[in-house]
């Protein structure tokens, strides 16, 4: 038996989950509410609230998993990409606590723990697969070749798609997160705006020139009628999100036909959108995919998909020295 504690502290929220054999026994997040008052996250605010929740959510992961420190073979932790003040309070915890407790540290892939994240539960996907990856720091198209061997073969040339929900959220007047917001009121609204998709060879996305679209788009209505988004949000809302899944699945379909793969995954953040979901299994249908979105507690930020990573990462030896220090930009 291999009991792992997991860490996850990349971001806002922090995280603590345990996992035994490949299986999630407890999976805790403490959320920070804070960042909605500035529209985005402050890293500062974030490292703080990191060091105040990182000990009760660790002691609350194990009194969930009936498990204790002793019983532990393994501390898995966030090494990157994310937030430099915000990866340093996880990973020097969990370099603490194996030292402490004289076990492997296993530092982790934020990415590679996305995608990871669905071995948590059956159904899982049979190698090799694509998985599209989309969050509000990165979106990616990866083939995935075993548990441990995944390549890069699409992405971002600018801004990541979580990014421009949220961006163009902050045009319509929205809070922080908008995707969320957006993904409800879409539900209300229809197609009223074609914003323009760009045009980019390969399997590459951007994103930036819907986010100007949409900026020049409201500003002329509103020249015209003080009242425009207002009286037309929820419109706005399904307009904007039909051109950014649009964006991704048409790439997506590219990717499985070049590389004639029928196993289709979506994992980070945005997979939590409830249109993409929709728009990835309607497409599954329609081209014979067998497609896999994961669970929403496992979309976004979360210490059981890094548990998961961690777990692989032991069985093939994959143990990191006590010295290593977390990367704020790190690729897959």
């Keep these: 038996m291999i009991k792992i504690l997991a860490i996850e502290s990349s971001c806002d929220e922090t995280s603590a989950a345990i996992i035994r054999d490949g299986t999630v026994l407890s999976n805790l997040i403490a959320n920070q509410t804070i960042h909605a008052e500035y529209g985005g996250v402050v890293p500062e605010l974030a490292s703080r609230s990191h060091q105040e929740n990182i000990v009760p959510v660790v002691q609350s992961a194990l009194s969930s998993a009936n498990s204790t420190l002793q019983e532990l073979h393994a501390i898995a932790v966030t090494?990157?990409?994310?937030?430099?003040?915000?990866?340093?309070?996880?990973?020097?915890?969990?370099?603490?606590?194996?030292?402490?407790?004289?076990?492997?540290?296993?530092?982790?892939?934020?990415?590679?723990?996305?995608?990871?994240?669905?071995?948590?539960?059956?159904?899982?996907?049979?190698?090799p697969f694509l998985c599209?990856?989309?969050?509000?720091?990165?979106?990616?198209?990866?083939?995935?070749?075993n548990y441990l061997e995944m390549e890069v073969i699409g992405q971002t040339l600018d801004d990541a798609v979580g990014e421009a929900f949220d961006k163009g959220g902050k045009i319509f007047g929205l809070g922080y997160p908008a995707g969320p917001l957006i993904d409800k009121f879409a539900k209300l609204g229809s197609l009223t705006v074609k914003f323009p998709e760009p045009q980019i060879e390969g399997l590459n996305f951007s994103f930036s020139g819907v986010k100007t679209a949409v900026l020049y788009h409201v500003q002329k209505q509103v020249r015209f009628d003080p009242d425009y988004l207002k009286n037309n949000i929820h419109d706005l809302c399904a307009s904007l999100q039909?051109?950014?899944?649009?964006?991704?699945?048409?790439?997506?379909?590219?990717?499985?036909?070049?590389?004639?793969?029928?196993?289709?995954?979506?994992?980070?953040?945005?997979?939590?959108?409830?249109?993409?979901?929709?728009?990835?299994?309607?497409?599954?249908?329609?081209?014979?995919?067998?497609?896999?979105?994961?669970?929403?507690?496992?979309?976004?930020?979360?210490?059981?998909?890094?548990?998961?990573?961690?777990?692989?990462?032991?069985?093939?030896?994959?143990?990191?020295?006590?010295?290593?220090?977390?990367?704020?930009?790190?690729?897959?």
């Design 79 to 127: 090494l990157g990409p994310g937030l430099m003040g915000s990866l340093l309070v996880g990973v020097s915890f969990a370099k603490t606590l194996a030292y402490s407790l004289g076990i492997p540290l296993l530092a982790v892939n934020h990415m590679q723990a996305h995608i990871l994240a669905h071995f948590a539960e059956d159904p899982k996907p049979k190698f």
């Design 242 to 332: 039909y051109t950014l899944v649009s964006i991704l699945m048409n790439k997506l379909i590219k990717a499985a036909n070049e590389f004639n793969i029928t196993e289709i995954a979506i994992a980070g953040g945005v997979s939590a959108n409830s249109h993409l979901r929709n728009e990835l299994e309607m497409t599954g249908r329609k081209l014979g995919w067998k497609t896999y979105i994961p669970r929403f507690e496992y979309c976004t930020d979360n210490a059981a998909m890094i548990g998961i990573a961690g777990y692989y990462n032991y069985l093939a030896g994959n143990f990191s020295a006590l010295d290593v220090t977390p990367q704020a930009r790190m690729i897959l």
């Design 132 to 145: 599209l990856t989309v969050s509000g720091g990165h979106t990616q198209i990866v083939l995935v070749k």
